[in-house]
T-cell receptor, first 112, second 116 residues
Framework: GESVGLHLPTLSVQEGDNSIINCAYS??????FIWYKQESGKGPQFIID?????DKRQGQRVTVLLNKTVKHLSLQIAATQPGDSAVYFC???????????FGAGTRLFVKA | NAGVTQTPKFRILKIGQSMTLQCAQD?????MYWYRQDPGMGLKLIYY???????DKGEVPNGYNVSRSTTEDFPLRLELAAPSQTSVYFC???????????????FGPGTRLLVL
């Protein structure tokens, strides 16, 4: 069936380094992708999103890249900080659809 | 705005007991969702609603029921609790139409449920 998954379940980076979290999706009909951050004991929180008519979108210290050819999505965090330690989920949906499909998540550890 | 609120924060149930997880939002969002998150896993959709009086099943609806009598509230009912329902439950909402291409969901803090 359709699924959104992540290549790496855990990622450990040094404070100040850049982080890259990857995600693969399989539903060709998906045209909207979202990254969420979930801190311990809290609900997921929106970070950044991208539509399928774009390849790249930048926010504050975060960049999302979309490669539709290989159905791959990535989240880049610049100058990773201890406060970035969390689980990151990619998610996909179709425009106008009611449901969002979430991946399993990647846990990011930031070492001081 | 308080956003999305959930009660209780934590609950222990015995097998066979029933309970209602409460969810409320004050953002006048039409769409509301219930997810469960098992340890180390992603979110699975239980039920969703596109407006008052309208609900539909998600991926894992068995053992749960919902109602949507108002725009603000979307309670989740567990009947005959089972150990397999031990999980963290998240409620979320989103507007019918936000920014032209922003359809993100706003999540509550979650309810941790333990069924013994």
């Amino acid at each position: 069936g359709e699924s959104v998954g992540l290549h790496l379940p855990t990622l450990s980076v040094q404070e100040g380094d850049n982080s890259i979290i990857n995600c693969a999706y399989s539903n060709s009909a998906s045209d909207y992708f979202i990254w969420y951050k979930q801190e311990s004991g809290k609900g997921p929180q929106f970070i950044i999103d991208i539509r399928s008519n774009m390849d790249k979108r930048q926010g504050q210290r975060v960049t999302v890249l979309l490669n539709k050819t290989v159905k791959h999505l990535s989240l880049q965090i610049a100058a990773t900080q201890p406060g970035d330690s969390a689980v990151y989920f990619c998610a996909e949906k179709s425009t106008g659809g009611f449901k969002t499909i979430f991946g399993a998540g990647t846990r990011l550890f930031v070492k001081a | 705005n308080a956003g999305v609120t959930q009660t209780p924060k934590f609950r222990i149930l015995k097998i066979g007991q029933s309970m209602t997880l409460q969810c409320a939002q004050d953002m006048n969002h039409n769409y509301m969702y219930w997810y469960r998150q098992d340890p180390g896993m992603g979110l699975k959709l239980i039920y969703y609603s596109v407006g008052a009086g309208i609900t539909d099943k998600g991926e894992v609806p068995n053992g749960y029921n919902v109602s949507r009598s108002t725009t603000e509230d979307f309670p989740l009912r567990l009947e005959l609790a089972a150990p397999s329902q031990t999980s963290v439950y998240f409620c979320a909402s989103r507007p019918t139409a936000g920014a032209p291409w922003q359809e993100t969901q706003y999540f509550g803090p979650g309810t941790r449920l333990l069924v013994l």
